[in-house]
């Protein structure tokens, strides 16, 4: 497998268990900390998949999505969030993402989720 991930959170927890969990399933990770770092990782990285946390843009995560839908408008987005608001969830599928998880995350339906993403073969579900 050489698919690569770029994963944006700023939850220490949420991070470490989502690269835990994704370098187990074989998947290349890589973390930003900073939001020009994630922006910088799109321009100049091949990725995949982006990972994005809501919560990890110190002003509106909604407008972090549409300039990542911008940079990379074929790319996958997962983006999590603590937030259960039906209303901005609905806005966050309506700029292109992939899948809106609400956190805490269940292991089992991320698995899932990215093997469809990334369309990995049925042996990995």
Not at 17 to 29: N, P, Y
Not at 52 to 80: H, N, Q, T, W
Not at 103 to 121: A, N, R, T, Y
Request: proline share 2%; charged share 30%.
């Amino acid at each position: 497998m050489n698919e690569k991930i770029l994963l944006a959170c700023r939850d220490d927890e949420c991070r470490s268990d989502l690269q835990a969990f994704l370098c187990r399933e074989g998947l290349s990770v890589h973390r930003v900390h900073e939001d020009a770092d994630l922006l910088l990782e799109l321009l100049h990285g091949d990725f995949q998949l982006v990972i994005y946390d809501l919560e990890f843009c110190g002003s509106d995560g909604l407008k972090m999505v549409r300039i990542i839908r911008m940079i990379r408008p074929k790319v996958a987005i997962v983006v999590l969030s603590r937030n259960t608001d039906l209303e901005l969830g609905g806005k966050v599928l309506q700029e292109g993402v992939t899948h809106y998880c609400v956190k805490p995350i269940d292991q089992k339906m991320l698995k899932e989720v990215f093997c469809s993403v990334l369309q990995l073969p049925q042996s990995l579900r």
